[in-house]
């Protein structure tokens, strides 16, 4: 799908306390196919820019009141408009004011009298250049997406250092970085290389022991938090494993040249290390922890014994009032491990179901800690309610109503015979389809198995608020969801922004860390 849709989706906001102007600015857009909306003096536009997102403003510099530079000054200063183009419309033409436009954050300049041919010109530009922008952006997350899928199906190898090399292969995968290594701490003054691949940090080499001030300084620094280091070029290391104690890093080098628009910036260079240290961690860890040895069929045996994982529940809200209507039940693992990477390391083994049945028979167990009325929504795959024995008895002894989440991210052999199993489970449990947009059946589970809650996946919800593909997209599956009887839930919201335009759409609920992270039944909620 393209970022760039037709110029009647894109919003222009034409701001002049000048009626014929505004009348002038207002014909000649609409004319060239672009939709405008109207404000007459800089505080109706703050306003207007808050309850809505626009593509484009039109911006006069002798505004009465708050000027034209002061409101400009507002829009750069807040996060949610700091990347809105402002085309600033004046009559002065000395260098002098437009190079103070430009300063303060202007785009362009149009000087009046205009040609109606050179405004449409310079705005659909800018369009143009948003348009590339927002497709770079969504084909780095798409491409993260599907870095982080192929990482969570990977299990761990027999020894720790081939698990590290294979992981910071399949992260080179991205365009935008150029090398990836895992570093372990194995002593107080002692890190070594686990696995290296392209152009690592300058001084690694695998296997070989860094000297012990540099293993000082890195731990001291993996305690802190994720850093980026600029010296040789940009390189971000994010720590795994518990906070006060990391058990190594995780550290991507960024492209030395930008390669077009999909080229990282430093902190995206951070935040991809952040995203992915976590699972490197849960790939790592137990190996570690073994000694550099990895029985991992051993190991799930011994998490199973001693139930070394505990549910959290995020809550599920209604929008636009907040107001909590459900839980997801969440599993973490003591050991650190990533979740996802846990169960398909389960499954691999032929597992799947017994780890499946532990940990939401913890979850199920806890709910009667949550608050009284909301439901409670759990994962579950196909082969468990296939089971057909397993699920009954655990929902039975749970006094919230529980909601059966399918992911499309588990492929279906028979349709018919999930959905007779399901059925079997009713009335005492909903069903929810989870991630909709991605996964193996695209939207099939959703018509098939006709779930009452269709949870659209966060890749979708991520800057909503500034995309109009995005914005399409959800629009779509709103009227979807409408036609075929189901609520919306979107996933991931974590923006105020975002939060607005889900709204402005009709999804029904959401959650996200907006509304709260992941916590203990009892804990908050």
């Known amino acids: 799908m393209r970022a760039v849709l037709s110029d009647a989706t894109h919003a222009v906001l034409v701001v002049d306390d000048d009626p014929s102007i505004r009348m002038l600015l207002s014909v000649t857009l609409t004319n060239a196919g672009l939709r405008v909306e109207e404000a007459s003096t800089g505080e109706e536009a703050l306003e207007m820019v808050l309850r809505r997102p626009y593509s484009v403003m039109l911006l006069d510099s002798n505004l009465p009141g708050m000027s034209g530079i002061s409101v400009l000054a507002r829009l750069r200063a807040d996060e949610a408009t700091r990347t809105l183009p402002v085309l600033i419309v004046t ?13 303060h954050g202007a785009d362009d300049y149009i000087i009046k009298p205009f040609h109606p041919a050179e405004l449409v010109a310079r705005v659909r530009a800018q369009l143009r250049e948003r348009a590339a922008w927002a497709e770079a952006v969504r084909r780095r997350l798409a491409e993260r997406a599907a870095i982080a899928a192929a990482l969570c199906r990977m299990h761990p190898e027999i020894s720790a250092e081939r698990t590290a090399n294979t992981l910071c292969a399949e992260l080179c995968e991205l365009r935008d970085l150029a090398g990836a290594a895992v ?9 070594v290389p686990l696995g290296l691949h392209g152009t690592p940090p300058s001084g690694l080499r695998s296997g070989v022991p860094l000297p012990p001030g540099t293993a000082a300084r890195l731990r001291a620094n993996a305690r802190t938090g994720p850093w980026v280091e600029t010296v040789d070029g940009a390189v971000a290391w994010a720590p795994f494993g518990p906070a006060d104690e990391p058990l190594g890093v995780l550290a991507l080098t960024g492209n030395g040249r930008p390669r077009g628009p999909g080229a990282a910036t430093a902190n995206q260079l951070l935040a ?60 973490r693992f003591s050991d650190g491990a990533q979740p ?99 996964g193996f059946a695209s939207l099939r589970h959703v018509v098939t198995l006709e779930p009452e809650f269709v949870k659209l996946d966060q890749s979708w919800v991520t800057g909503i608020d500034d995309d109009p593909a995005r914005q399409a997209l959800v629009a779509g599956l709103c009227h979807f969801a409408g036609r075929t009887g189901s609520t919306l839930i979107a996933e991931g919201v974590e923006t105020a922004p975002e939060r ?3 709204t402005e759409l009709d999804v029904d609920m959401a959650q996200g860390f907006l509304f709260g992270r992941p916590e203990p039944a009892g804990t908050s909620y």
């Open 91 to 103: 009559a002065e033409e000395e260098v002098d004011a437009r190079v103070n436009g430009l300063q």
């Open 183 to 191: 570093v372990a701490f194995t002593g107080d003054d002692v890190a």
């Open 272 to 331: 991809a290390a952040i995203d992915f240290a976590a699972v490197a961690g849960g790939l790592v860890t137990p190996a570690l922890l073994a000694g550099g040895s990895y029985d991992a069929r051993a190991h799930l045996a011994d998490v199973l014994r001693r139930q070394a994982f505990s549910p959290v529940f995020q809550p599920i809200v209604t929008l636009p009032t907040g107001s909590v209507l459900g839980f997801e039940a969440l599993t």
């Open 340 to 438: 996802q990477a846990r169960f398909a390391e389960a499954a691999a083994l032929n597992r799947g179901i017994d780890l499946e049945t532990a940990t939401l028979a913890a979850a199920l167990s806890a709910t009667s800690r949550l608050r009284p009325g909301c439901w409670v929504s759990v994962n579950v795959s196909p082969s468990l309610v296939l089971e057909r024995t397993v699920l009954p008895q655990l929902i039975e002894t749970c006094p919230a109503q529980v909601v059966l989440e399918i992911t499309e991210h588990d492929p279906v052999e028979d349709y018919a015979e999930l959905s007779a199993a399901l059925a079997e489970l009713r009335p005492r449990t909903r069903l929810s389809v989870d991630d909709a947009g991605s």
């Open 500 to 502: 607005g335009m889900l």
